[in-house]
């Protein structure tokens, strides 16, 4: 997808609908990882917020894979606990799954601006307490998805002690993570 058009849409919208208070940018699935990525790299999010004073937020919901702000992993038997992968998944950071070899729009904003702006981005996690099927036909099993867990569940609660580890509690007042029961 390209992050360029989804900036351009939300700049149109503030420009067209001066009593916008408001965004939410969302998605679902293959959506929720566009919304991840695109939370994480547009710089338009912040642009929009100082110049029109618009709040924009991130609903991330059941993706099969996300993007890493390191090269660290979940430790195996562990949920909360992250290493370098010792592996032969060589490109288990590139971009979709990490920042390494980035393509033009995130290469544009830069790995440190990333890491910088993701911490402080208004976004929710929503997680469905029953996808945890490890051979559903959508689910991403390739080796740099596998890394991140075993099934859309495990790999949200993964994610987000992930960014917990990496940002600390701070990170508590912008970002949530909730699990829809059933």
């Not at 929009?48 to 660290?72: E, F, H, M, T």
């Not at 904003?109 to 996690?125: C, H, L, N, P, T």
Request: net charge negative; glycine share 8%; hydrophobic share 35%.
């Amino acid at each position: 997808p390209s992050y360029a058009v989804l900036d351009t849409v939300l700049l149109r919208l503030c420009q067209v609908c001066p009593n916008l208070e408001s965004i939410i940018v969302t998605g679902h699935s293959a959506g929720g990882q566009v919304a991840n990525r695109f939370a994480a790299t547009s710089p338009m999010i912040t642009i929009l917020g100082n110049q029109y004073n618009i709040r924009i937020k991130v609903l991330v919901a059941n993706p099969s894979s996300y993007v890493y702000l390191d090269n660290r992993r979940v430790k195996s038997g562990t949920t909360d606990q992250f290493e370098r992968p010792d592996n032969s998944c060589t490109g288990y950071n590139d971009w979709g799954y990490g920042l390494d070899e980035l393509y033009t729009y995130p290469a544009r904003v830069g790995i440190d601006s990333i890491i910088s702006m993701y911490g402080k981005r208004e976004v929710a996690y929503i997680l469905g307490e029953l996808d945890n099927d490890r051979s559903s036909s959508t689910l991403d099993v390739s080796c740099e998805a596998m890394l991140q867990g075993r099934f859309r569940l495990e790999r949200g609660a993964i994610y987000f002690n992930h960014l917990l580890d990496l940002y600390g509690d701070k990170l508590l007042d912008s970002q949530t993570i909730d699990t829809v029961p059933g």
